[in-house]
């Protein structure tokens, strides 16, 4: 026995009827497992320079050269995704005549891989997506009136009449502590005033129009994680 013509016709218009929502679904889930990757490599890449920092890792090419902290630096974001956007992993170079650094990411050229006093580049990462990336920086994700949801909070990060969003932002870890020795930066509305006191921060990257975002968070203990928010 075969099929009868109404039984293959009602077979291929379920078929289409998939087809076509599985298609018209696919760019917005293409975006959110973009994000999420995103998400989750900047989460990773904190992560790095945290083990660097307490394992003490070597840097440098053919060199058993060690330092004593390690950091990330995030510069600036463009919100428009327009420019491409770099954010590196450090070695904290002693200062002349010290034992120690000065727990900051120091770059005077595009020299990148060999840390050297001035020039502390160890790995540069790359964004350059015109449709997502790093959008927002902000101190206190977690301050004492945020919201109740993520998108709540993800809300405050971008509003720059608080006192919360940063123009920059640079996380350090140095031995044998797990926990962060420093977040550095300035806020939006104290560019001149460096923070202090900062319980956490958070690194929120999305799509320009702010529906599909993510807030990679790092707890001044050394804890990371990543939240989700999504709106129609």
């Known amino acids: 026995m075969g099929f009868t013509m109404i039984e293959l016709m009602v077979s291929i218009s379920i078929f289409f009827i998939t087809a076509s929502m599985i298609l018209t679904n696919y760019p917005a889930f293409g975006t959110n497992l973009a994000i999420e990757n995103l998400a989750q ?12 920092g307490v394992a ?14 390690y950091g990330i630096s995030f510069p600036a974001p463009d919100t428009t995704l327009a420019s491409m956007y770099k954010y590196t992993i450090f ?10 650094g000065d727990l900051a990411y120091n770059q005077n050229s595009s020299t990148c891989g060999t840390p050297v006093q001035g020039d502390e580049c160890l790995t540069d990462y790359l964004s350059n997506s015109k449709r997502y990336g790093v959008l927002f920086l902000c101190k206190d994700y977690y301050h004492t009136d945020s919201a109740a949801t993520v998108a709540g909070r993800i809300r405050d990060c971008m509003d720059s009449s608080l006192n919360y969003r940063l123009n920059d932002l640079g996380i350090v870890f140095a031995r044998p502590q797990l926990e962060v ?8 509305l104290n560019p001149s005033t460096p923070i202090i006191d900062v319980s956490d921060v958070a690194i929120i990257v999305g799509t320009k129009d702010a529906k599909n975002m993510r807030a990679i968070v790092v707890w001044k203990t050394g804890q990371i994680s990543v939240e989700r928010s999504i709106t129609e």
């Not at 003490?56 to 902290?69: D, E, K, L």
């Not at 020795?181 to 939006?188: A, E, N, Q």
């Open 56 to 69: 003490i890792v070597g840097a440098g090419s053919g060199t058993s050269q060690v330092f004593n902290a």
């Open 91 to 100: 070695a904290d170079v002693p200062v002349a005549g010290t034992r120690s």
């Open 181 to 188: 020795t420093k977040f550095y930066g300035t806020t939006v």
């Open 41 to 52: 490599d900047i989460a990773l890449s904190i992560r790095q320079a945290q083990v660097f």
